[in-house]
């Protein structure tokens, strides 16, 4: 059974940082897409980054780029969200999702296309 487990998340000020771990059991994360959503109240779920486990590729949203990394260490099955100069509009449940993807693919942000999807892990910023 494929469970996908995140963790990391808390409440921090404005300014502060942040690392989300996203743990995949039941298979191996090895040429896949690996992204990071998130919710906001009354909000819809949005894309934050994806990364191609093959090949490293990464894909960023507008509102976070240049403050947010995603990394992946294939050997852990883990795949990681560096948060920094945190805002209090990045206030939102953080979700990590995965599908199988082939190599030289680009992972998008469209929801529909991934399968798992973790319960998810709250990020509070405050002013």
């Known amino acids: 059974q494929v469970q996908v487990v995140e963790s990391g998340g808390a409440s921090v000020q404005a300014g502060g940082s942040l690392r989300l771990s996203c743990a995949v059991s039941?298979?191996?994360?090895?040429?896949?897409?690996m992204g990071w959503f998130r919710q906001a109240p009354g909000k819809e779920r949005e894309g934050v980054a994806t990364?191609?486990?093959?090949?490293?590729?990464?894909n960023y949203a507008d509102s976070v780029k240049g403050r947010v990394t995603i990394s992946r260490d294939n050997a852990k099955n883990t795949v990681y969200l560096q948060m920094n100069d945190l805002k209090p509009e990045d206030t939102a449940m953080y979700y990590c999702?995965?599908?199988?993807?082939?190599?030289?693919?680009?992972?998008?942000?469209?929801?529909?296309?991934?399968?798992?999807w973790g319960q998810g892990t709250q990020v509070t910023v405050s002013s």
């Open positions: 999702a995965a599908r199988p993807t082939y190599l030289d693919s680009w992972c998008s942000f469209t929801q529909s296309a991934f399968n798992y």
């Open positions: 990364i191609n486990t093959g090949s490293s590729s990464t």
């Open positions: 039941g298979y191996t994360i090895s040429r896949h897409c």
